[in-house]
């Protein structure tokens, strides 16, 4: 009885070592991207023009294609919203300022940039895969499909704007943000002295 357990322990030890070595080095490299987010979005333009030539020339796999943009569509609303939502949470001093005078919080969303990307390039690649099983290719009328889809994200996106100019935030920023006030200053002086 005991060579049958040996026997298992044998092979499952290489094995789980392997996972791990390849689930260390594929964190690895997964850290080492999160600063380049330009590449890494083009890397994920890339896999997804690569999905969508391959449901054009396979004719099908319009469910799936349905499926991963209301999937998309759900971790859109994640990135455009708050961690804290204010309409439905009394908050303790972490809320978005909706007065002029209120303290300026930076945004931070439900869903960060990274977790978003990383997510939506594991959607394209699960897809794709997808697109290899006939059992995944159901027979549907395709327009009426995307038709669905651009009203839900039109009715979609009109909610989450109202509630941006409800609750006065934009969830994107641009840069550093800087102060040019002894510049001007700076300059003025300069040409009053001319």
């Not at 322990?9 to 690895?28: C, D, G, H, I, M």
């Not at 600063?35 to 799936?64: D, Q």
């Not at 009426?144 to 651009?150: A, N």
Request: glycine share 6%; hydrophobic share 45%.
């Amino acid at each position: 009885m005991e060579g049958v357990g040996g026997d298992v322990n044998s092979t499952v030890a290489p094995l789980a070592k392997w996972k791990s070595e390849f689930s260390r080095a594929f964190q690895y490299y997964l850290d080492r991207s999160t600063p380049h987010i330009i590449h890494r979005w083009l890397g994920t333009v890339a896999a997804a023009t690569i999905y969508v030539l391959r449901v054009y020339y396979a004719e099908g796999f319009y469910i799936v294609s349905y499926g991963l943009g209301i999937y998309i569509l759900n971790l859109l609303i994640g990135f455009l919203s708050p961690k804290v939502d204010p309409e439905l949470e009394v908050m303790d001093g972490a809320s978005l300022p909706t007065k002029g005078s209120d303290e300026f919080r930076p945004f931070i969303r439900r869903l960060p940039e990274f977790k978003f990307w990383y997510s939506i390039t594991k959607a394209f690649c699960v897809a794709f895969l997808m697109t290899f099983f006939s059992v995944f290719d159901v027979p549907v009328f395709w327009p009426i499909l995307l038709c669905y889809w651009i009203v839900l994200f039109v009715l979609t996106m009109k909610r989450q704007i109202m509630h941006m100019i409800n609750y006065k935030y934009v969830p994107f920023s641009f840069g550093k943000q800087t102060y040019a006030g002894k510049k001007l200053a700076r300059s003025s002086k300069g040409s009053m002295s001319d």
